[in-house]
Every structure is written in structure tokens, then in C-alpha cells.
């Protein structure tokens, strides 16, 4: 073993004796010393019970004859900053996280790392930060939580919120929602950006097979963690099984392969690059558009399919995913069990991996045994009826498609999976708001109508953090009239549980002078999924020809003014000061600082 500690111990005699009085014993001090990083804290669900997770990894670390040295930077929840200026923190938290985490391991190195988070930003969060720090290291995914009575879940709240504000329900209705739709810790039980990054860093291979996703509540995850403390000391001072070492252009793809399966959320989008640029890897929008056209989307599990996302394990998680995708994937890659992709699946065959699946489905079966009835399944769902296989796929267009045009030169994306087939070729009356809250209350009060094009702009990584409108596009797609006969369209995101034509990511954004700043009330707007186009192809006067357009455009831009800067001070001024655009990740950048 090559451990850095001991040429740290060696370099620094103040270091036995400061760990000495933090509680290590001396015998530990000559032993592999493993970094465990998790995003343990009260701040959520997906973060509460990661305490008991690290303890099991520090238990197999001393199984294994090492020493885990516990290291927190929790996470913030966007489902309780959801409508507030708390939501602005969310995106630039990944980089705070990333950067806690190379700070914490750059000041005192470890021989090896496991990483522990459940959630949006903690899990891209811990993997930007293990690929800083780039010593040999596992992922630890918190796992999901249970549904709730009816099987609900917490994506729903959007739209029980919604037909409260519309008097469709009572209050009273509205508050069982609330009080039932968080019943466990774990990650919200939908496929959203928390459940779709654990999948991500298992396609990645950065974790034990099988591992993403699974209930937070299950003990088989605690043996995942302690299995998971155990493979640290076997890889410490390897340097061949650092993430650099196993982390490919063809590990990416794998990875954007099973977003395309799953139907991930799209602020995978913004995580995916990010993660890669820590390696030198580009990836854009692009790079999701080729890979997505013509795969094959696969699991019914919500916001987009019917089921929660606890039966994503039941059935199989990650290696059953891949197994039905198999021949498209690179399955000669690395991983961090020493083996390739391949063979790790060939491996969990022979295991009873998926037996032990099949199990717990059957648990699941009778505890929802009334539900499931009332929609005809008398015996319960099976495997199929959640991942579904190749050749009977729910579509073959994969999840999401990358649009471009003058409105978004670089992009924008849509998540055409949970879009209603209506909009998906549709030319459009231009609504721009410079706020999500105005533009709520007008949808809320119709004062939007059936063939708008609903705009909410300035709120880009520059313009105000690049939040979620969660509550816009919940109220949109809630709503039987315009659900199916407006689209909204944004230089921020999505939540990874919003439905509906939503377009997010509009680049660039108009903090920068983006055309999506140009657009005026009346604007004709071309929204074209087939074709990838997002086109102002007109004005209140009429359609007008591509080159009429680019000279009133230019018009418009010579006019334009930026806004002053929403944020003097403090880590959203850094983020407005140095992210890149939606489309390229939203990470920061500093060459303009370095030239």
C-alpha cells in the first residue's frame, strides 16, 4: 500500500497527538485512515439518517483494518426553500459542497474515501468533491423513502397545493397530503434529481452494484454501507482505483444511457457536465441529445410512470436497467469493485441479487395488496410492470431532447417523456414575466390562456441562482385547460418531479443578453420536440420571414439594458460572477480571472 498518511504522520508531528486527543486510539494511527464524507444533517429527510449510514461504513472500515475519520457538509432541502429566495441556494450549494469537501481532504489527505448523500445537491455535491480530492473512493447512496397511505408521494404536494388554490379540494385534504407524503428519511420516493444522481453515480460505477436507490429504511442498505467501508481499505493507496483512474468518456455515456432509460430528471443536465469537467471531460446538452435519440425509455415509476420510486429496487435497480440495455452500453469499463461493467452483472446473476428483489416486491405487493387491486392488479406487479423490457419499451425516443433555434442559440431542454403529446409541435403567443411569483399568480387567475407561451426569465445561474419554477409548472400542468395548451419556458429549471411543456436551461440566459431577454409580449414562439426547434418566428404583427426576425432581434438586443445585480455580496455573488451557462453545467468558471 502506498499510504499517504504516514508521510503526512512523518511531515507533521503535531498530527498523532491532535488525533490522539480527538478520540483515535494510538494503534489506529498506523492503520489505512479513510475519509468518510457524508452530507449527514437535520436539513431533510435525505440527510437525517446518514449518521446511522456512516457508522456502518466505519464499522466495516474496522472490520477491515482501518480507521474512518467522520467529515460533514450537509445539504439543503429545495423542497423547503420551494417558492422562497431560499430556492436561489440550491444550485450554488453543489459548489460549496465541492468545495468543503477538497478543502477538509486537501488539508489532512486520506489513504481512501466513501462518500454518503441522498440528494439534488449533495450527491453531484460529493462526487465533483471525491473527484477533487481523487483518492481511491465508493458512493454511498442514502437510498429513497417509503410512500405514503394511497401511495402517495411528495411530488403530488404540487398538485394538491394547486387545485387547493383553484377550490377543487379542501383544506383539510390538502393537510393529509402534507402530513403523509414524507413518511421515512430517505430521498423523495419519485424519480427526481435526488433519486436520478444515486442512479447516476452507480452507472458511473463509483458504487457497489445494486446499491442506488434502494429504501432508505432497508437493512440491505446497511450492508451496502458496511460493504462499502470494507472495499475502502482493500483499495487504499491504489491508485489505479482512484476516480480518475476509472472514470472514461465511455463511463459518461453509460451513465446518460440509463438517464435515457429511467427518464431522469433534467437537471441531470446540469450535474452531469459538472461532475465530467472535474476530469476534463466536456459534456453539454449535445451530448444528452445523441444519446438520447433513439433509446429506449424503460421504467414507469414516477413523476412521469405510476409507481413510487422504493419499487425501483424491487425490481431489480441499476443492474436490471442495464441488463435490458446491455447492448449499448460499454460494458468493458471499470468500476469500483475492480471489475468491469460487464462483469459485475454477470456476477449479480450468480448472487441472488435479484431474487433477494423479487422479495421484497412481494412485500411491497401486500402492503399496498387493497391499491394495487383497485387497478386490476389482483396479484400484484412484477418486475415488468416496472422496468420494463427492451423490446416493449414505454417509447424509444429516450426521456429528453435538446432544442435550439434564435430563442436558445445554445440550447434549452425538455423533458418530452412527462410532456403532453399536444405540445409537441405548436406555434405559441409570447407571455414574458421577469418573475416566477407574477407569473404563478396569472396562471393561478387564467390570466394566461390557452396558446400562450408563458415566459419566466432572470433566473439563469447569473440572474438569480437558477432556482426551480416547481410551483409554475406544477400549477400548469394541474390545470385541465392549460395543461395541455400553454408551454412555459425559462432560463432557470425544474424540479426533477415536474410534468408537463415545460422548457428549462434557456441559454444563454438572459442575465447575459440572452435572445430570451428580447422576447416581447405577442412574440409568435415555434416550440418543435421532433425537429429540436425553439424559434421566434414573429411579432403581435404577424409571422415574419427568419431574416425579418434576426434584424428585429437585432433591434431589440441594441435597445437592451442589463439589470443590476441581484446579489452584491456572498456566495450567490460568486456564482452569478463566475457559472457558465445552463446548457454547459452551470459550474464555475475562473479563466477570465486567470488571463
Not at 465 to 478: D, K, R
Amino acid at each position: 500500500m502506498n499510504l499517504i498518511s504516514q508521510k503526512m504522520r512523518a511531515l507533521a508531528p503535531e498530527l498523532d497527538p491532535l488525533r490522539i486527543g480527538t478520540g483515535w486510539k494510538p494503534e489506529d494511527l498506523s492503520k489505512p485512515q479513510i475519509f468518510i464524507e457524508s452530507t449527514f444533517g437535520d436539513s431533510h429527510p435525505g440527510s437525517g439518517h446518514l449518521d446511522r449510514l456512516v457508522e456502518k461504513v466505519r464499522e466495516g472500515v474496522s472490520d477491515a483494518g482501518g480507521h474512518g475519520a467522520r467529515y460533514f457538509t450537509t445539504d439543503m432541502c429545495d423542497g423547503e426553500s420551494q417558492g422562497t429566495d431560499g430556492i436561489n441556494y440550491s444550485l450554488v450549494s453543489r459548489e460549496m459542497i465541492a468545495n468543503m469537501i477538497e478543502i477538509q481532504a486537501g488539508a489532512t489527505p486520506f489513504d481512501a474515501g466513501v462518500y454518503l448523500a441522498s440528494c439534488d445537491k449533495g450527491c453531484p455535491g460529493n462526487l465533483m468533491g471525491m473527484l477533487r480530492v481523487d483518492i481511491p473512493s465508493l458512493f454511498v447512496a442514502g437510498g429513497t423513502m417509503n410512500a405514503g397511505p394511497e401511495m402517495l408521494t411528495l411530488e403530488q404536494l404540487g398538485m394538491y397545493s394547486a387545485q387547493y388554490e383553484r377550490g377543487e379540494i379542501s383544506e383539510d385534504r390538502l393537510n393529509w397530503a402534507k402530513c403523509n407524503a414524507c413518511p421515512s428519511c430517505g430521498a423523495c420516493s419519485f424519480i427526481g434529481t435526488a433519486s436520478t444522481m444515486q442512479i447516476m453515480a452507480e452507472a458511473l460505477g463509483l458504487s457497489l452494484p445494486g446499491s442506488a436507490l434502494m429504501p432508505a429504511t432497508s437493512p440491505d442498505l446497511m450492508e451496502y454501507a458496511y460493504l462499502s467501508g470494507k472495499r475502502a481499505v482493500a483499495i487504499a493507496g491504489d491508485d489505479s482505483m482512484k476516480p480518475s483512474s476509472i472514470l472514461t468518456m465511455e463511463s459518461f455515456e453509460n451513465a446518460i444511457l440509463v438517464h435515457a432509460a429511467i427518464s431522469g430528471s433534467t437537471n441531470t443536465l446540469l450535474h452531469l457536465p459538472a461532475i465530467a469537467h472535474e476530469l476534463g471531460f466536456e459534456i453539454t446538452g449535445d451530448t444528452f441529445d445523441r444519446l438520447h435519440r433513439g433509446a429506449h425509455y424503460l421504467l414507469d415509476v414516477r413523476p412521469a410512470g405510476r409507481w413510487p420510486a422504493e419499487v425501483f429496487y424491487y425490481a431489480g435497480g441499476v443492474p436490471a436497467i442495464m441488463e435490458e440495455i446491455r447492448d449499448v452500453l460499454h460494458l468493458d469499463v471499470r468500476t469500483v469493485t475492480g471489475k468491469t461493467l460487464g462483469e459485475n452483472l454477470e456476477e449479480l446473476k450468480k448472487n441472488g441479487f435479484y431474487e433477494k428483489c423479487g422479495c421484497r416486491l412481494q412485500d411491497f405487493n401486500r402492503r399496498y395488496a387493497d391499491i394495487l387491486s383497485a387497478q386490476g392488479y389482483e396479484n400484484g406487479i412484477g418486475k415488468e410492470d416496472i422496468i420494463r423490457p427492451y423490446d416493449r419499451a414505454i417509447g424509444t425516443a429516450g426521456s429528453i431532447a435538446v432544442l435550439k433555434g434564435n430563442l436558445a442559440p445554445e440550447g434549452a431542454v425538455i423533458k418530452h417523456t412527462a410532456c403532453p403529446k399536444e405540445m409537441y409541435r405548436a406555434v405559441l403567443r409570447a407571455r414574458p414575466f421577469d418573475s416566477e411569483e407574477e407569473c404563478l399568480d396569472a396562471v393561478l387567475h387564467h390570466r394566461v390562456k390557452k396558446g400562450d407561451a408563458v415566459f419566466i426569465r432572470y433566473e439563469g445561474p447569473k440572474g438569480s441562482g437558477m432556482p426551480e419554477m416547481f410551483y409554475t409548472s406544477e400549477a400548469i400542468s394541474s390545470d385541465k385547460e392549460l395543461g395541455r395548451a400553454i408551454a412555459l419556458i425559462t432560463d432557470g429549471r425544474f424540479s426533477g418531479a415536474s410534468t408537463g411543456p415545460v422548457i428549462g436551461h434557456c441559454s444563454p440566459e438572459a442575465a447575459d443578453g440572452g435572445p430570451i431577454a428580447l422576447v416581447e409580449e405577442g412574440d409568435l414562439i415555434e416550440l418543435d420536440v421532433f425537429e429540436r426547434k425553439l424559434n421566434i418566428i414573429g411579432t403581435a404583427g404577424g409571422r415574419k420571414t427568419p431574416e425579418e426576425m434576426e434584424e428585429i432581434l437585432a433591434e431589440r438586443r441594441a435597445a437592451w439594458q442589463p439589470k443590476p445585480r441581484r446579489y452584491k455580496r456572498g456566495a450567490l455573488r460568486l456564482f452569478s460572477d463566475h457559472a457558465v451557462s445552463p446548457m454547459r453545467g452551470a459550474w464555475l468558471d475562473y479563466e477570465d480571472d486567470l488571463r
